[in-house]
């Protein structure tokens, strides 16, 4: 006799409905503990036009480190460069292909990641980057009430556009007060320059903890909630409908939209057609825990007809790549093994970094790359 029974059968045996009911709820709420799920944010990726100009920008202006020093392994001949904290742990990263001008500039529209944001503590560290960026020539929109944290928005020299976030999750998150997809940037800062005392650099409130969310223009998918909530397990943290405008807004994100999990959706039927290239991201990287765990989700992708990549070694961890409903690049990549398997951690980023099977070509690679001016890292801990 089969040791596992029916329903009918645990009935017929004396067993109350309401205990087979009570059993099945708990069987389904067990079930869903088991399924896998992403840590939240792992990384993003975008492009630039020049390895140097990044390096300078993200670790003297925005004060994070260089990490990791290495090529694209799909094409050695471009730096691939990677920015986080002291770690390089997975949720504070940023990475770059250093394709050159001649690939041309990106346009952001529908279907292209419109922007990422990073972290930093409370409001005043956020008017602390205000001042410390407009003291460097850089052009600040905001800081924009959230609803759920405060924001302020600006562009690197390649014209890709950062958000630095207050913490907040994404339970009350909303742009309506001033649309994401309306930024106007300006690029004469010497008046506010002129009203804020100067700063000396980066202080430690100031450091940025890491990512916060994402946001993405897309001109609406019915399948994207599907696809976020039914196939990447997140939830739908918020929905916002803004009829007079045109425009919605759906945020996905873990444990209510924590700061680091979040995916945000402004859907815009009237919004252009984007495309990939200098000064936008090119995708966009969740965490999972391991290379067994990244092959359950592979199996469970597969499963729900979605074209998935077989996994990819980049050395610092392993990758899958598929698309979304709006066509935007995603990844799986596992925590381990981190970015000491080929540095001492002291020395992350200080040179150049090759996979085994590109090293017997690594004079040429040198060859055909342009030195980089390498920053002094400075820890803020």
Known sequence: MSKFFSAYSLIRLGWPARFWKDLTRADSFLR?????????LHHVTAVTSDASSAVNFYTRVLGLRLVKQTVNFDDPSAYHLYFGNEKGSPGTLITFFDWGKAIGF?????GVTYHFAFTTQDQGSLANWKTWLEQNDVSVLGPFDRGSFNSLYFRDPDGLILEIATLGNGK???DASHSE????????????KALAPRKRGISVEMRLQGLHHVTALT?????TREFFVGTLKMELVKNNQRASSGTAQQIFGLDGGRPGSMISFVESPVASQ????????????????DEEAQLKWRERLLARGVHVTP???????????FREPNGILLELATVPPGFGVDEPMEALGQS??????????????????EPISLPVYRDLR
């Not at 001109?219 to 399948?223: D, L």
């Not at 970094?353 to 790359?369: F, K, M, N």
């Open 172 to 174: 009350d998150y909303s």
């Open 352 to 369: 150049l970094t090759l996979p085994d099977w590109l090293e017997p070509r690594r004079r040429a690679i040198e060859a055909s790359l």
């Open 32 to 40: 869903t503990l088991m399924e896998p799920k992403t840590q939240g």
């Open 274 to 289: 984007g495309a990939v290239g200098v000064g936008t991201v090119h995708h966009i990287a969740f965490a999972v825990e």
């Open 106 to 110: 990106g346009q952001v529209g529908a």
């Open 181 to 192: 997809s309306l930024l106007e940037f300006r690029d004469d800062t010497s008046t506010r």
């Open 311 to 321: 996994v990819l070694d980049r050395k610092y961890f392993k990758s899958i790549y």
């Open 219 to 223: 001109h609406g998918s019915s399948q």
